[in-house]
């Protein structure tokens, strides 16, 4: 919980401060759509098919809520403002390959024993992450690109 509870702090502080997403509106539409697609990833791999879950694993977990909803958007922000758009496929398929690196030690941060973490696993393990979480970032820059940046 510690941890939960320092991460949202400081990755709201760091997505709010140099915030690079223009404007409030495009901020809104990257919240919007993160939480939007948590909650539908979580309904499915925590609560349908037990692959992980955040503090409880049998129950809605209202502590939960804050991982579900102020934890992953801002860090959304910062992957989004600072993505070389301009760069070439090189730098692109670095700083995609930095961030899963990143997000996948936060990851085995998180699994520190209580009050430390707060996730853990079920059938689900650190390989699906590597996996699923560059397939999720482009989900995000496509969602980005198509309706939410400005031309």
């Not at 791999?45 to 958007?73: C, H, M, Q």
């Not at 995609?96 to 024993?113: C, D, K």
């Not at 707060?118 to 689900?124: K, N, Q, V």
């Amino acid at each position: 919980m510690i941890l939960l509870i320092v991460s949202v702090l400081s990755f709201n502080w760091l997505a709010f401060r140099p915030n690079r997403v223009e404007g409030r509106q495009q901020t809104a539409h990257v919240w919007a759509f993160t939480m939007a697609f948590q909650l539908l990833f979580d309904l499915l791999f925590d609560f349908k098919f037990k692959g992980y879950w955040y503090f409880e694993k049998n129950s809605v977990d209202w502590t939960a809520f804050l991982a579900r909803t102020l934890l992953i958007p801002p860090v959304n922000l910062l992957f989004l403002g600072f993505f070389p758009s301009e760069r070439r496929f090189l730098a692109k398929a670095g700083y995609l390959a930095a961030w899963t690196a990143a997000i996948l030690g936060y990851e085995l941060l998180t699994m520190l024993p209580a009050p430390w973490g707060y996730f853990h696993y079920g059938w689900r393990n650190i390989g699906y992450s590597a996996v699923v979480d560059p397939i999720l970032f482009f989900m995000l820059l496509f969602y980005y690109r198509c309706f939410i940046q400005s031309r």
